[in-house]
């Protein structure tokens, strides 16, 4: 059994209220792309 992302725990409300985002770790930072639906803009 693998454990939960750290999206599905903490952000679970969140990636459901805006299933076109996604959301990921890198390093030490949460990355979320498309946070208004387009393809160009991501927030760190």
Do not use: R
């Not at 952000?11 to 792309?33: A, M, R, S, W, Y």
């Amino acid at each position: 059994m693998t454990e939960p992302s750290f999206s599905e725990v903490y952000l679970k409300t969140f990636t459901k209220h805006n299933p076109h985002c996604h959301v990921q770790i890198e390093g030490d930072q949460l990355v979320i792309e498309k946070p208004w639906g387009l393809d160009d803009a991501h927030l760190k």
